[in-house]
C-alpha cells in the first residue's frame, strides 16, 4: 500500500511540473532544433518537423494523383454536343430522340464532381429542362413538359421567359387556367415579354368566358 501510494503522489508530481526543454525554432524554416541532443526527443522533433514541412508544401513524390480541376473540360463537351444534337432533332420534329438526348445530358450534368462550380450546373440545368420541356410539348406531354419548365425556373427565374412560357403553355393545355394566369404574371414580374403578355390576353379572356 505504501509503495502504490508513492507511485500516485509521484504521479500527480510529475503532472503538476513544468519542464523547460532546451529546444529552438529556425525563424526562416520554422524547424525545431534539440540542444540537448536527446535523442528520443530528438526523434519527436525531427518527425514534427516532417510534418509541418508536409503540410507547407504539395506532394510532388510520382503515384500521388494531382488536385481535381475545377471543371472536366471532357464532360463539358459531351454535354454541350448532346444539348446541340438534341436541338437538331427538335427542329426536325424528332421531339422524343430530342428528349432522350437531353435526358443524357441533364443526367451527365447531374453527376458533376461536387469540386465544380455551382453556377456551372445550375446553368445547364435550367436550359436542359427548359428544351425538354419544349419538346415535350411538341409532343402533347402536358404534365411531364410542366414539371421540366418549373425545374428550369427553380434553377433560374429571372431571364428565363421561355421557361414561364413554357410553364403556362402546359397549364393552359391541361386546363388549369388559374395557376397559368398567376405563372403569367408571376414570369412578368422578371420583365416584359410579348409571348407572356399574349398568353396573358388569352388566358384571361377564357376565364372571363368561363364566367
Known sequence: MAAQSAQSAQAVQSRDTFLLLPITIDSTTKDITNL????????????????????????????????????????????????????????????????????????????????????????????????????????????????????????????NQKAHWRKCKCLKEMGRLEEARDGLEYGLEFGTDPELSNMLKEVQDMLDRRQ
Not at 53 to 74: A, C, E, F, M
Not at 128 to 148: K, T, V
Request: aromatic share 6%; hydrophobic share 35%.
Open 36 to 159: 540537448s541532443h536527446d535523442p528520443l526527443l530528438s526523434r519527436e522533433l525531427e518527425a514534427l518537423n516532417n510534418l509541418h514541412r508536409s503540410l507547407k508544401q504539395p506532394p510532388i513524390t510520382d503515384g500521388v494523383p494531382p488536385p481535381p480541376v475545377p471543371v472536366h473540360p471532357h464532360r463539358t463537351a459531351m454535354i454541350e454536343k448532346m444539348r446541340n444534337t438534341g436541338n437538331a432533332a427538335f427542329r426536325k420534329q424528332n421531339y422524343r430522340e430530342a428528349i432522350d438526348l437531353y435526358t443524357h445530358a441533364i443526367q451527365m450534368a447531374l453527376t458533376r464532381p461536387g469540386w465544380e462550380p455551382a453556377p456551372l450546373l445550375r446553368d445547364e440545368l435550367q436550359q436542359l429542362y427548359s428544351n425538354r420541356a419544349q419538346a415535350h410539348i411538341g409532343i402533347n406531354n402536358w404534365p411531364e413538359g410542366l414539371a421540366d419548365a418549373n425545374c428550369s425556373i427553380e434553377f433560374k427565374k429571372a431571364g
